[in-house]
């Protein structure tokens, strides 16, 4: 089982490269696809907190709920999906003893279905 | 029904044709000067008897019949030709012939140069009156009547008298106009005419002299009026004629040049037929009003509702007695006022529609107790004022917009959220199916 934090393996990948692209090269060979797409999905929601944000800032935050349940489904999603990366990472094990990788993950469903039935409370 | 109306309307209009009605009533009461004989007027009250009126004679001394009775008014119509009375009857005042207008009564007064207590109640109509004794005179056209008998040529285009009459003889007294609006000049004096005390020309410079020491100006031009209508708010009219004269045979049988009649028959009933509100009388029908696309009225409407306004305006046909439909307002306007009016529109005629006028328009952002008014006074014509009250509301919690077009990048954010999860879910759970193996196989090492 690869881990995420393979010290050695990075530093002999990228000895002659910038260090982005060795950090970059390091992840990329060294994460499981599981935790891959759970990064994918943390990326995804940033960019779209981020976007949504920079309207409300700058273009208008009139309808304030809205606003409050696109920013909020995005945080909230982020904090549960990092927190089932934080649960099913195997260089966590030790943490989370009581947790299994499935009972995180029904935890994390639960929570989502949770949050988004109040999103769309929320929205209109 | 309608079909029934118009097979009706020629018959009614053969029976009424000797019947022109006023609007308000029939009965006239003529307070008549004992110096001046029934015969006199016989053209003027012949004309007046065959359009169907009652008269009904009395001196102004005399204490019946009675022109208002247990606060009734008993006619409809009062004539008061008493140029020369000083004292009138005890229910003959000044103010209880304000009241009779108060009470919808017409009155046609005519004044003279002598003083009367008809000349001070002029001055309560805006109607500034020479000092006594001072009647119109001129000296053009040349003619072989004294300069006090004077041809006055009628307006060609006016409102209330017919067109292209013959200049209509006139004597007595002229009236300069206060800013009173709801004065009606009906007859202007001449350009030449001025009043003077003085018979002959021997007092014009005394005259002159005086005019510029009182301060007062001269008492000449066409700015004086000779017959002058007034209109009360209750809708009554009151013309003042400057000499009773005007109408007498003598006047209208007199020919103004050779072979030509005065005009002075026609023009007494012209301005008979307006002071007894037989002509350019209007009233308003029904007013309605209600939401676009709908019918009915709403009670209350809401900001920004898209309203239409209706007014329907009938005229008076004299000739036939009845309310006609009419359409020849142009300028009329509807305003929507909450103390001010927050908007101000036209309300045309609909073509094709006779006596509909509509106009739709966007109730303002304003919620509040608002009124549709409708005030149309012009001079002459009736005064047509309707006033309807309407609440205007915010609208319910539940008739804001839902979803807004600005939102859409957090509806975008919202969905896209959910989408990614259920796409996220799915991978997980396809690629659970791999990474078990991987992971048994990873502890099994």
Redesign the interface.
């Known amino acids: 089982m690869p881990a995420t934090k393979n010290a050695p393996t990075a530093k002999t990948a990228g000895s002659s490269q910038s260090p982005i692209l060795s950090l970059w090269n390091a992840y990329y060979d060294n994460t499981s696809t599981r935790l891959k797409t759970i990064d994918a999905f943390l990326v995804f929601l940033m960019l779209s907190g981020i976007i949504q944000f920079l309207y409300c800032i700058l273009v208008t935050n009139f309808p304030f709920n809205a606003f409050l349940a696109g920013f909020a489904s995005c945080v909230g999603q982020f904090v549960l999906a990092a927190s089932l990366r934080a649960q099913v990472n195997p260089a966590n094990r030790k943490e989370f003893k009581e947790v299994s990788p499935e009972r995180a993950f029904a935890e994390f469903a639960l929570g989502s279905i949770v949050l988004h039935f109040f999103v769309y409370n929320f929205l209109g | 029904m309608r079909f029934l109306r118009q097979l009706l309307l020629p018959v009614l209009a053969l029976a009424s044709l000797a019947l022109a009605r006023s609007s308000t009533g029939d009965s006239v009461l003529i307070l008549l000067d004992p110096s001046l004989k029934k015969e006199d007027f016989s053209v003027f009250f012949g004309d007046l008897e065959k359009k169907g009126y009652q008269l009904t004679f009395r001196s102004p001394k005399d204490a019946t019949p009675e022109i208002i009775k247990d606060d009734v008014a008993q006619f409809a119509h009062v004539v008061v030709f008493a140029p020369n009375t000083k004292s009138f009857a005890a229910d003959v005042t000044p103010q209880s012939l304000v009241s009779l207008l108060s009470k919808n009564t017409n009155l046609l007064l005519a004044l003279s140069p002598k003083q009367t207590p008809l000349s001070s109640l002029a001055s309560e109509f805006s109607l500034i009156l020479p000092p006594p004794g001072t009647p119109l005179v001129s000296h053009f056209p040349k003619r072989d009547t004294p300069p006090t008998v004077i041809p006055v040529d009628v307006p060609a285009t006016h409102d209330i008298i017919s067109p292209n009459l013959p200049p209509v003889w006139f004597s007595g007294v002229p009236q300069a106009l206060g800013n009173n609006p709801m004065l009606v000049p009906i007859l202007k004096a001449p350009p030449q005419a001025f009043a003077s005390d003085a018979d002959s020309d021997k007092g014009a410079d005394a005259l002159v002299e005086a005019a510029e020491k009182s301060g007062e100006g001269l008492w000449a031009g066409s700015s004086l009026s000779l017959v002058t209508g007034f209109q009360a708010l209750s809708n009554a009219r009151a013309t003042w004629l400057g000499g009773v004269e005007l109408f007498s045979d003598d006047f209208i049988n007199k020919e103004i040049s050779k072979g030509v009649k005065s005009g002075n028959r026609q023009f007494a009933s012209d301005v008979a037929a307006w002071t007894f509100q037989e002509s350019h009388v209007l009233r308003i029908d029904s007013v309605e009003h209600h939401r676009v696309n709908e019918t009915l009225p709403r009670e209350t409407y809401t900001i920004n509702d898209r309203v239409t306004y209706t007014t329907y305006i009938s005229k008076y046909n004299p000739e036939l007695d009845l309310w006609e439909p009419y359409s020849g307002i142009k300028d009329m306007q509807l305003e929507f006022t909450m103390l001010d009016p927050h908007i101000r529109t036209s309300l045309p005629p609909i073509a094709g529609e006779p006596g509909k006028y509509s106009v739709t328009f966007r109730v303002p952002d304003r919620h509040g107790v608002f009124k549709f008014v409708n005030d149309y006074k012009r001079k002459g014509w009736t005064y047509l004022t309707s006033s309807t009250v309407v609440p205007v509301v915010p609208p319910r919690h539940d008739e804001y917009p839902?979803?807004?077009s600005?939102?859409w990048?957090?509806?975008?954010?919202?969905f896209?959220?959910?989408a990614?999860?259920v796409l996220?879910?799915t991978?997980?759970l396809a690629?659970d199916d791999r990474?078990p193996k991987k992971?048994k196989g990873?502890k099994a090492e």
Not at chain 2, 409 to 414: D, K
């Open positions: 839902r979803f807004l600005a939102a990048p957090y509806y975008a954010g919202a896209s959220t959910s990614a999860f996220f879910v991978l997980w690629g990474e992971s990873a």
